[in-house]
């Protein structure tokens, strides 16, 4: 798992850009899927993006927070670069912070199109 | 340094360096500002929706301007007079928020703007279908108004002002790319499936549309005239168009095997591998707004295609007696 963890790792650095992934993936594949069916009607895709949406910052926020616990909750500014475990935990733990703030957004954008566009032309 | 010499000059009537610099930068602003009109331009609005695209340029043009004047301000300000360095924390604060923040809030603003377009870009209410065809190197145009027949045309659209016109947009072979500027954005031609778009003008004039996808040889030279008419002149100008041509003279022309490819409705010419001839002679342009419709254009185009149009499908006829390639100049002359 990468929740619920205690040391910041490679993976939990990874799991705020491979949500943004997956949601765009999602969101693009579902959308092509039911333009290729059915042109012209986008409604039940429109719902399932925002539900994806939603699951994907949560997720997002959970990282969020595990993050900001390696981080060491600010209790130092960065650029934490000294060669020690505490650093390099706060290093990673910050990184992710920053790619939280990235993917959250990126997630926020590739959804946009789904509030504004309701058929497939 | 300068501030002497120009009075010399003036008096010599001779313009000053300042003044020759001035006039330079007039000429230079005026050159680019005349490229904003014209017939193929999205900043010389004709339409609806190039309006709303050309609004979001300028809001855009401005909202970069003034960010340019901020970043650029600042570093002049760092540069020259703040002398001492700011705290570590209020450097941390001023990429964050200067580097993360505000840069977010902007896109996303201007996201929301841009996409909040899209629908009215799409609005399907349509008083008049035609269905456009993007083929190597030509377009295939077919008016389906209601309660009427369809016609068929080529290499020229013609639609009437204030009536939202639904192109249906597809291509015969590769992809080609749909895009009257001055009407609206531009839309993929993707072979096997149709793609839709609204446009309305609001005012009347001749301009230009593009073929604005890459789509072989003569990509460039795929282009076609756009007409935009009052209602009641498009009515006739439509009807003009459904009539059928008369075949007086067309016996070279049928001889030398044009009609394979070729359609002249009303007469044995029925091929549909090119462009419909019927009223050839009333269009404003030839070979896809290549050359201009006239008598001598008429017979090089017959004559040279392959080197005027290179990769397209039609062979150049160059070789055929001079009699001969004059009776089929003829005969595209009479086809009004």
């Known amino acids: 798992m990468v929740y619920g963890r205690d040391d910041a790792t490679l993976w939990t650095l990874l799991t705020p850009p491979t949500v943004w992934a997956l949601h765009f993936l999602f969101a693009y594949v579902a959308a092509a899927m039911a333009c290729g069916e059915t042109p012209f009607a986008l409604g039940p895709v429109r719902v399932a993006i925002g539900v994806a949406t939603a699951f994907a910052l949560g997720l997002i926020a959970l990282a969020w927070r595990q993050a900001y616990r390696h981080w060491g909750r600010g209790a130092d500014r960065p650029p934490h670069d000294a060669p020690t475990d505490e650093d390099r935990q706060r290093f990673l733990g910050f990184a992710t912070l920053l790619l939280c703030g990235l993917s959250a957004v990126a997630v926020v954008f590739s959804a946009l199109p789904a509030v504004f566009l309701s058929d497939c032309r | ?336």
């Open chain 2, 1 to 336: 340094m300068l501030t002497g010499r120009p009075v010399h000059a003036a008096a010599a009537g001779r313009p000053g360096r300042v003044a020759v610099a001035r006039r330079a930068a007039a000429g230079a602003l005026a050159l680019t500002l005349a490229a904003c009109s014209g017939p193929q331009s999205a900043l010389d609005p004709a339409g609806d929706a190039a309006e709303a695209i050309a609004g979001l340029f300028w809001v855009l043009l401005a909202g970069a301007a003034v960010i340019w004047a901020l970043v650029i301000g600042a570093a002049v300000f760092a540069l020259r007079f703040k002398t001492r360095p700011i705290s570590e924390r209020a450097g941390l604060r001023l990429v964050l928020w200067g580097g993360a923040v505000v840069p977010t809030l902007i896109l996303s603003v201007l996201l929301v703007y841009g996409l909040r377009l899209m629908p009215l870009l799409r609005d399907p209410a349509a008083e008049l279908r035609v269905e456009v065809v993007g083929e190597q190197f030509w377009w295939r145009v077919t008016y389906r108004p209601e309660g009427g027949p369809a016609v068929v045309s080529a290499n020229e659209v013609r639609v009437p002002v204030g009536a939202r016109v639904e192109f249906s947009l597809d291509a015969a072979d590769v992809i080609h790319s749909f895009w009257i500027p001055a009407l609206g954005g531009k839309v993929d031609m993707i072979p096997g499936r149709s793609n839709r778009l609204a446009l309305r003008a609001t005012r009347t004039g001749t301009f230009r549309g593009v073929c604005a996808e890459f789509c072989g040889p003569a990509h460039t030279r795929m282009a076609f005239p756009v007409v935009v008419m009052e209602p009641e002149a498009f009515r006739a100008w439509l009807a003009e168009q459904a009539r059928e041509a008369s075949p007086a003279g067309n016996e070279t022309f049928l001889a030398n095997g044009c009609g394979g490819c070729h359609a002249v409705r009303g007469t044995p010419a029925t091929g549909t591998i090119g462009p419909d001839l019927t009223h050839l002679a009333s269009r404003l342009s030839l070979g896809a707004d290549l050359l201009p419709n006239d008598a001598a254009s008429r017979a090089r185009f017959v004559a040279e295609v392959d080197t005027l149009k290179p990769g397209a499908r039609m062979p150049g006829f160059g070789m055929l007696p001079p009699a001969e390639a004059a009776a089929i100049a003829d005969y595209l002359g009479s086809l009004e």
